[in-house]
């Protein structure tokens, strides 16, 4: 905290940017939480072959799949996560091709802020 307060300091007191949510750099992860506040983190990269695990946190259901909205074809692996009641996990199958996998709730598939992208690398 103290060097945060330094460099503010040596950068003439102005405040820190913080870049939106869409611009962070990919979390290397396997576990995207679902809370009230949407998916944490949204932006997930994680090695090829390796699966991700959905963890509903929030008191209401989703129902997580792959983009595009309603197809989910763009990466079938995301789909095994399906329906998650409140206190469910379940993960995805493995990622075995590197690419960018789009995802949302199914059931509140224009909801931002239950969108996201797992980059398998």
């Known amino acids: 905290m103290l060097a945060l307060a330094a460099a503010i300091v040596a950068c003439g007191n102005k405040s820190p940017t913080v870049p939106s949510p869409g611009s962070l750099p990919p979390v290397q992860t396997n576990t995207v939480t679902l809370t009230s506040s949407g998916a944490n983190p949204r932006n997930v990269q994680i090695a090829v072959g390796t699966r991700v695990l959905f963890v509903n946190n929030d008191s209401k259901s989703h129902n997580m799949a792959s983009d595009p909205h309603p197809e989910h074809t ?3 692996e995301l789909n095994q996560v399906g329906f998650l009641t409140p206190g469910q996990s379940r993960e995805t199958g493995n990622l075995v091709t ?10 509140n598939p224009s909801t931002g802020s239950l969108q996201g992208l797992i980059t398998a690398k």
């Open 98 to 107: 590197p690419e960018s996998c789009g995802f949302h709730d199914h059931d």
């Open 74 to 76: 763009q990466c079938p």
